[in-house]
């Protein structure tokens, strides 16, 4: 390898966390986010590097305008798909990968990313590189190929349509939030629908990706689908996911539900829950049932029996159960 090369790959690993980072918060699917930084790494490979001045906006750019592409057909997809669409959970790990902290620099709750769904391609790498990334309206000008002033607007437009459709302000107190979690973990178990009603505000929104059945009217129709959700587990544990505190339903060794938790403070001082998102399909609950699911006790006995060298760590995302 020539000392070029060398130099054009330490400058793409370099930026790879934030490029994954970028992409996710774009796409909602590390898979995907994964796809579009390897077709980055081949079009940087092939690049001539006398024509890279500046390799981190170069990266960025293509990186950006690869997510977009996505995003436009993966929108006819999920709009096509009943039981709706969720963004892939991305747990946090025990001890953080470069990836994992890119992420939580580009700060940005899981709810706010479901609401982004509601934004236009441009409109949402415009808002995502503007308020998670930091770009001024002249980088993200280069990248979209707009005036700085027009890209000023887009991001504008879309802080107010994600503001009139409900996103938070910023992330909740913490302290406060985890004991919210708590409450709702056992109240879950123990199928106590009067201690749930004490948790959640007058018309909280419940958000699945997998159709569930309701059989009372809208006002407690929520309540359905949680407790529905609930049945299907044997019991459930409380873990971190992007800095804050969700729920990982179990059945049969395996986690079949995932919820994240959105709460508000109201006027009266009370902190009540007005927003769940549950995921549901097993493919996104991958990385989270190779940490908490049968494979994960599988290797922590072993590790058990026989000591730490007797069994491989499992690659991916890390769950911390609290």
Same mark, same amino acid.
């Given at each position: 390898m020539t000392k070029q090369e060398i130099d054009k790959?330490?400058?793409?690993?370099?930026a790879r966390a934030r490029l994954l980072a970028l992409a996710y918060r774009m796409l909602g699917s590390r898979?995907?986010?994964?796809?579009?930084?390897?077709?980055v790494w081949l079009k940087w490979h092939?690049?001539?590097?006398?024509?890279?001045?500046?390799?981190?906006?170069?990266?960025?750019?293509? !990186?950006?305008?690869? !997510?977009?592409?996505?995003?436009?057909?993966?929108?006819?997809?999920?709009?096509s798909q009943a039981a709706g669409w969720l963004p892939e959970p991305w747990l946090d790990e025990l001890a953080p990968s470069a990836e994992e902290l890119a992420l939580r620099a580009a700060d940005m709750s899981y709810g706010v990313m479901l609401l982004l769904e509601r934004l236009k391609p441009d409109e949402r790498a415009a808002f995502v590189l503007h308020e998670a990334f930091d770009c001024d309206y002249k980088e993200i000008g280069a990248i979209l190929e707009r005036t700085p002033a027009a890209c000023r607007q887009i991001v504008h437009r879309a802080r107010e349509r994600l503001r009139r459709a409900g996103a938070p302000i910023g992330r909740p107190d913490s302290a406060a939030h985890a004991r919210i979690v708590e409450r709702l973990r056992t109240?879950?178990?123990?199928?106590?629908?009067?201690?749930?009603?004490?948790l959640f505000s007058d018309a909280p929104e419940v958000v699945s990706d997998a159709p569930v059945c309701t059989r009372e009217p809208a006002v407690t129709g929520w309540m359905d689908k949680v407790t529905s959700l609930a049945r299907q587990a044997s019991h459930a544990?409380?873990?971190?996911?992007?800095g804050a505190m969700c729920i990982a339903l179990l059945s049969e060794g395996e986690v079949v539900g995932l919820i994240e938790v959105s709460t508000n403070r109201f006027a009266d001082g009370s902190a009540k829950i007005v927003a769940l998102r549950v995921v549901?399909?097993?493919?996104?609950?991958?990385?989270?049932?190779?940490?908490?699911?049968?494979?994960?006790?599988?290797?922590?006995?072993?590790?058990i029996q026989h000591g730490p060298a007797a069994v491989a760590a499992p690659a991916g995302s890390m769950a911390v159960p609290v």
């Open positions: 790959a330490s400058s793409f690993e370099a898979a995907e986010a994964e796809d579009v930084v390897q077709d092939l690049a001539d590097a006398r024509e890279l001045h500046t390799p981190a906006a170069w990266l960025t750019t293509v !990186a950006t305008r690869a !997510a977009i592409d996505r995003l436009r057909h993966a929108r006819r997809e999920r709009a109240a879950l178990e123990a199928q106590d629908r009067a201690g749930l009603l004490r544990e409380v873990l971190s996911m992007e549901t399909s097993a493919a996104r609950l991958q990385a989270t049932n190779r940490v908490l699911g049968r494979p994960a006790v599988t290797r922590l006995l072993a590790r």
